[in-house]
């Protein structure tokens, strides 16, 4: 069964400063995984996807993330926070035709 | 195109009453997906359709909840006694190609049920 954990409920950042939100996937097959990002009272949007191309992927707002096989992580990162950055992000592993949500993290980002 | 809409964004109501919840999905999309969101369980799947048609409710916490599909641009998920229990977010999602690993879903604002 495909399964993901976030290793982080909350992550809390100074504006500028870089962002890193963990993610490791268990998946019994090469899995097609993605990040969401859930802002308040909003629905969800994808931020990026692997999908068994280049292992390191670039989405939206500057984010990106690098699949690794060897560890089963899919940590999400950005270089530098910005105030906008705040919200709930889920790493999302497929499971056939259905997503297996992780239990979220939510980012703070201090001015 | 719009995205996927939902109705109403709130509901609130007094337990034992029906609610209705509605889904238009984006045109053209083929799949279409009901999920949960609250504290205590996170993102949870309710029911798929593919094709309006349900291939897997699994999910329906019980008989309580039903959901129908009755053409491709229109979804309902009822829930009827309602209890407190069931108060969450409900958010509606779509995609192109549900079989498809690699496709993104869409996802609607959700609508927040509250249940006194």
């Known amino acids: 069964a495909q399964s993901v954990t976030q290793l982080d409920s909350h992550v809390s950042v100074s504006e500028g400063t870089p962002v890193l939100l963990r993610c490791n996937y268990s998946?019994?097959?090469?899995?097609?995984l993605f990040w969401y990002v859930q802002h308040p009272n909003k629905g969800l949007q994808l931020l990026l996807k692997?999908?068994?191309?280049?292992?390191l992927v670039k989405g939206i707002n500057g984010f990106e993330a690098e699949f690794k096989k060897s560890e089963t992580s899919f940590h999400l990162t950005k270089p530098s926070a910005h105030m906008s950055d705040a919200a709930e992000y889920f790493c999302v592993v497929d499971s056939s035709y259905k997503l297996i949500f992780g239990s979220g993290t939510r980012l703070l980002v201090r001015p | 195109d719009a995205g996927v809409i939902q109705s109403p964004r709130h509901e609130v109501t007094e337990m034992g009453q029906e609610v209705t919840l509605r889904c238009k999905p984006i045109?053209?999309?083929?799949?279409l997906f009901w999920y949960r969101q609250t504290m205590m369980r996170g993102l949870e799947l309710l029911i798929y359709f593919n094709n309006n048609v349900p291939i897997d409710d699994s999910g329906m916490p019980e008989d309580r909840f039903s959901a129908k599909m009755p053409n491709a641009s229109f979804s309902t998920l009822k829930i009827q006694p309602s209890e407190p229990r069931d108060s969450a977010v409900y958010f509606c999602?779509?995609?192109?190609?549900?079989?498809?690993?690699?496709?993104?879903?869409?996802f609607g604002q959700g609508t927040r049920l509250t249940v006194v």
């Open positions: 998946s019994s097959y090469s899995p097609s």
């Open positions: 045109s053209g999309h083929n799949s």
């Open positions: 999602a779509s995609t192109p190609e549900g079989t498809d690993r690699n496709t993104e879903a869409f």
């Open positions: 692997y999908t068994s191309a280049a292992t």
